[in-house]
Nanobody, 126 residues
Framework: QVQLVESGGGLVQAGGSLRLSCTAS????????MGWFRQAPGKEREFVCG????????YYVDSVKGRFTISRDNAKNTVYLQMNSLNSVDTAVYYC???????????????????WGQGTQVTVSS
């Protein structure tokens, strides 16, 4: 059973950057595809981006393409989300999630991930 802990959230001005980290423990990190989701107040949790177990495949929702970058370091059991050119619509609680699979596939629906972190708040001020 993998446990996930996010960090790196905070308050940033529009146009600024943040890097989120999600560190895993309790299981072999490289056996998991990883995803980042976010949930704004009053809205459903939405997929942001994902990366497969080997970093050979990544996928981004259109609204963050060119601004966000997901990466992982399997030696450090950590997945990262570099967020640039942030704007107010990016304000949300950000969650990392793990799916036990070692192939090319990246799920975009929450039910495809069996393990979740507690979330970290990202607030972008305009």
């Amino acid at each position: 059973q993998v446990q996930l802990v996010e960090s790196g959230g905070g308050l940033v001005q529009a146009g600024g950057s943040l890097r989120l980290s999600c560190t895993a423990s309790g299981s072999t990190f490289s056996n998991y595809a990883m995803g980042w989701f976010r949930q704004a107040p009053g809205k459903e949790r939405e997929f942001v981006c994902g990366i497969n177990w080997s970093s050979s495949n990544t996928y981004y929702v259109d609204s963050v393409k060119g601004r966000f970058t997901i990466s992982r370091d399997n030696a450090k059991n950590t997945v990262y989300l570099q967020m640039n050119s942030l704007n107010s619509v990016d304000t949300a609680v950000y969650y990392c999630a793990a799916a036990s699979r070692i192939d090319w596939y990246i799920g975009v629906r929450p039910h495809e991930y069996g393990h979740w972190g507690q979330g970290t708040q990202v607030t972008v001020s305009s």
